[in-house]
């Protein structure tokens, strides 16, 4: 049932299917070939060193925008907007803390945007793919349905590992989200509902984590990643897997030997009674459907209406007043994430089939993916200098379109209804990779102004903002009295995010370059994150242990406290009150 596995999606990883691979390539590898060469040389290539784009601060107000826009480091890497160039070029200096206060608006908006998708459209869909290929809950939950959990992490990896000025940002965020994660998300689901780890699991998972924190900590001593070590890599999350289903399927021969029954209060996976509760309160694509009346037909207009309409008027009546503030800033971005992305539900019995939306987005969706692929370049690239791209989608999708409108009718869904499936998986996948790009170059923006590291940047801001959601969940779920499957999630997930967003991201820029990545971390602040990291894990790996197993509030709050105590010595390393001697 996918809406059982869909709680997957936040307790999991998930091994990155090559049609992802393919996904990002494209949507990157121009753009990266375009900072590369020959304006930005490929790492290890020795050229004439550019001015630090950070410098533009030190000069004249007069001098700042013909800096902006002569200095190669100082041009973006892809996305739609110049946001250097706005700052400099089209604020004046009196107003430059009004357009870093918008930036920083439009930052967190891009965050929900983030959010949105992954939750209500790019989950569901893996969870539907997942069910159409009858994957089981094991293999679904380290592959397809978790996907949507480390998406944001992953595409903003993907995308800062794609330009060498980023990559400390992608660093420092798969790091930063690391320390967070273990620390404040661990300790406060500890502090909320003190509970029993699954011993098992927890050191199965954080010794994974470990190994994959000291190859990384390995390779920031090397200063650079070969094909190789990429390979390993994702080669290690590919061996993690593995384990992950034969750890499974041992636990359950255990079970069934044992009569079929665990020990009281100390269950390993869920019941199945757990998992539907557990599932429909994670389950939030619905837009009220449910309150229709059975015997009344709708025309195809109301159809389109209701599809379209995502505010639930009863749901609204009964919520909080945060909740419709919140509501309000995603109405916008739902309603056009309805309009642009397929969602398959096969738990319903219409499986979320919406005939006219349906082939609306048989018209709409191809054009979004070309109109995101490389930031709108191949689809206004004309072809033979008469027709553009996007033109020549719109003319294949309408008829389309039509053949599915007239061959289909608004009660039953078609046979391949399925295919909408993976139509919204790619559609969701290129807006969660545009937003991230908008994401890294706001940040890359705002550290120039403020003359910050990207690292700094990584572990405080694209780390919260990429990590709230896991947090939110996570915590509404030791409320509810799940605190083993929020616990879960604190280290199953994150080792995705690590290996497949360092593997991948380092993959996909040799193949493009065909040199080493080379990592240049900021300084003693790398390795302050890196150590600190690694303390949180040993810390978790000897005191869990030796309570039994047995998560307390203290234990909570010594994580809290260590994450506080890193954030403070994060930053004071990067003001330079920390530093290293000159010998």
Not at 390 to 410: E, K, M, P, Q
Not at 458 to 479: E, K, M, P, Q
Not at 515 to 542: I, N, R, T
Request: proline share 5%.
């Amino acid at each position: 049932m996918a809406g059982r596995w869909l709680h997957l999606c936040r307790v999991q990883g998930l091994l990155c299917v090559p049609l992802m691979v393919e996904t990002v390539s494209g949507a990157r590898g121009l753009s990266t070939g375009a900072h590369i060469s020959p304006q930005f040389p490929a790492l290890g290539v020795n050229q004439t060193p550019v001015k630090d784009c950070r410098d533009v601060c030190g000069l004249n107000a007069s001098e700042r925008c013909s800096f902006i826009r002569t200095n190669p480091d100082c041009r973006s890497g892809g996305g739609y907007l110049d946001y250097l160039e706005g700052i400099f070029c089209h604020f004046p200096p009196s107003l430059l803390p009004l357009a870093v206060t918008l930036y920083v608006f439009w930052l967190f908006y891009l965050f929900l945007i983030l959010g949105v998708t992954a939750a209500k459209f790019f989950c569901p869909n893996l969870s539907a793919i997942s069910t159409t290929l009858k994957l089981s809950h094991n293999v679904a939950g380290v592959t397809f349905l978790a996907f949507g959990n480390g998406a944001p992490d992953i595409f903003s990896a993907l995308v800062a590992f794609s330009d060498p000025r980023t990559a400390g940002l992608a660093l420092g965020a798969l790091f930063g989200a690391g320390v967070l994660v273990t620390t404040v998300v661990a300790g406060g689901i500890a502090t909320l509902h003190p509970f029993t780890a699954a011993s098992r699991p927890f050191l199965r998972d954080i010794v994974f984590y470990m190994v994959a924190v000291f190859l990384t900590f390995t390779v920031l001593f090397r200063g650079r990643v070969t094909l190789a070590w990429a390979l390993g890599y994702l080669g290690l999350y590919a061996f993690y897997v593995v384990t992950v289903i034969l750890c499974t399927w041992v636990y359950r021969w255990q079970r069934r030997r044992s009569l079929g029954y665990s020990v009281p209060g100390t269950p390993e996976v869920l019941s199945d009674s757990e998992e539907d509760r557990a599932s429909s309160n994670t389950n939030s694509y619905d837009y009220g459907d449910e309150y229709r009346p059975l015997l009344y037909q709708e025309t195809t207009a109301e159809i389109l209406a209701h599809a379209l309409n995502p505010l639930d008027l009863r749901k609204w009546r009964s919520k909080s007043a945060y909740w419709r503030a919140l509501k309000v800033f995603k109405l916008p971005v739902e309603f056009l994430l309805l309009l642009t992305v397929p969602v398959v539900d096969p738990d319903r019995d219409d499986r979320n089939w919406k005939r006219p939306l349906n082939c609306l987005h048989l018209v709409v969706s191809p054009l979004v993916l070309v109109l995101t692929l490389q930031s709108g370049v191949y689809g206004v690239y004309e072809i033979g200098g008469l027709l553009p791209v996007w033109a020549v989608v719109v003319i294949a999708g309408t008829a389309l379109a039509s053949v599915t409108f007239f061959a289909t009718s608004n009660r039953k869904p078609p046979r391949l209804h399925w295919l909408f499936a993976f139509l919204g998986f790619l559609t969701s996948a290129l807006w969660i990779n545009a937003a991230a790009t908008e994401v890294v170059n706001i940040l890359r923006s705002l550290g120039v102004v403020f003359r910050l590291s990207n690292t700094v940047l990584g572990l405080t801001l694209l780390a919260w903002g990429n990590s709230i959601g896991d947090v939110f969940s996570d915590f509404t779920l030791a409320r509810q009295g799940y605190p083993r499957m929020a616990f879960s999630a604190c280290f199953g997930g994150i080792i995705f995010n690590i290996l497949v967003g360092v593997g991948l991201g380092c993959l996909l820029q040799i193949s493009r370059s065909h040199v080493d990545v080379k990592l240049e971390p900021d300084g003693l602040l790398a390795w302050v994150l890196a150590g600190a990291l690694g303390l949180s894990l040993v810390f978790s790996l000897v005191a869990v242990p030796l309570q039994c197993f047995q998560l307390s509030k203290v234990y909570g709050f010594c994580l809290l406290l260590f994450y506080l105590n890193f954030l403070v010595v994060a930053l004071l390393t990067e003001f330079g009150v920390i530093h290293l001697r000159s010998v």
